[in-house]
């Protein structure tokens, strides 16, 4: 590999290893804020006997935001569902390669339906309000088509990262990282 695609691939990796500090921020505010919420909602309805209306709709729709920002977390550290156990068993680094880039493929099918329809999803919840929140079902649909969107921009720099390495098994590179 020539310096300029090291460069490349540094630069990749910088982009990925940044959006991942940011939706790892992202998921933490939005757990913390659940966690807050439900406390609250407890606290209302069982000690002040005063049911807060929204507590358990706005816990709701953090817990998905939360769920579906931490896909692209997944996603970037190799830890979805996946077919690891073929590109383990793979002796070839081709193989491995072919292997890993069907992998790519069939995911990055699946996460574009998502945000296909979840964009159609998203567009006719305009028209579509919470009872507890009354806010639109707009932010709260947006959470798909954004998350699914953040992990196909982890999927494609760990696919190169991957290619530039040859998908090393991934037994030996969690080796390595827990050295």
Known sequence: MDSQENKVIGVLYKISEILN???NQLCVVTIGGMTAVVLLGVLF???LRMPLSWSEEL???LMIWAATLAISIGVR?????GLTVLLD???SKTIRI????IIFVVILGFLSVMIYY???MTVEAKWQFSMGLG???VLPSLAIPVSMTLAIIQLVITHILNLSKGYAPVSQERKIIDI
């Open 21 to 23: 500090k940011i939706v």
């Open 135 to 137: 806010i639109t079902m």
């Open 77 to 81: 550290d190799n830890e979805h569902v």
């Open 59 to 61: 816990s709701r729709y």
């Open 45 to 47: 309805r069982y000690v």
């Open 118 to 120: 979840s964009i159609l």
């Open 98 to 101: 072919v292997l890993g880039s």
């Open 89 to 91: 068993a793979a002796k």
